[in-house]
């Protein structure tokens, strides 16, 4: 049996840190950037401290808005989800939300003006759910009563 020992001196504590911060950065760097095209510059859960971050988030997805709130209040997400609801977090959660943790819980639900939708002639509206500054749902609309709503991604080409 061989054994060998060594005593840890300031010198080999800095040489191990060094090595591991560059194992740590080289990992970094070599993962893939799984951000697609189109997609925001901000991410699900994102923080958003004000109105101004809102818009730019909208205009980050690739959507025109002039950036002032067209209604702001509080809502309730629901405790128990009834199939509606189930269908629409199904809608948060292809978009990288879920609401499934905020149940029951108050959240701010902002809405904006859309401005320009492609190939679409009504009022285009989108509503953002903030909790405790942090993005946690919302989808773009029309207010035609046979309109469209999805979630919160970039418009498709074409």
Do not use: W
Not at 66 to 94: C, H, W
Not at 96 to 110: A, I, N, S, T
Request: glycine residues 8%; hydrophobic residues 40%.
């Amino acid at each position: 049996m061989i054994i060998y020992t060594t005593k840890l001196t300031k010198k080999k504590a800095v040489a191990i840190l060094v090595s591991l911060a560059l194992l740590i950065a080289a990992v970094i760097l070599i993962m893939p950037d799984k951000k697609a095209a189109g997609e925001p510059a901000f991410s699900a859960q994102q923080t958003v401290t004000s109105e101004a971050d809102m818009a730019a988030y909208i205009r980050d997805l690739g959507y025109e808005t002039d950036g002032e709130v067209l209604e702001s209040r509080e809502v309730t997400i629901p405790k128990e989800f009834d199939d509606v609801y189930e269908a629409y977090n199904d809608m948060q959660k292809e978009c990288g939300f879920d609401l499934e943790k905020y149940r029951g819980r108050r959240v701010m639900l902002y809405t904006y003006a859309i401005n320009g939708y492609p190939g679409c002639e009504d009022e285009v509206r989108c509503d953002m759910l903030v909790c405790r500054k942090k993005l946690i749902g919302g989808n773009i609309y029309t207010v035609a009563v046979d309109g469209f709503m999805h979630g919160l991604t970039a418009p498709q080409q074409g």
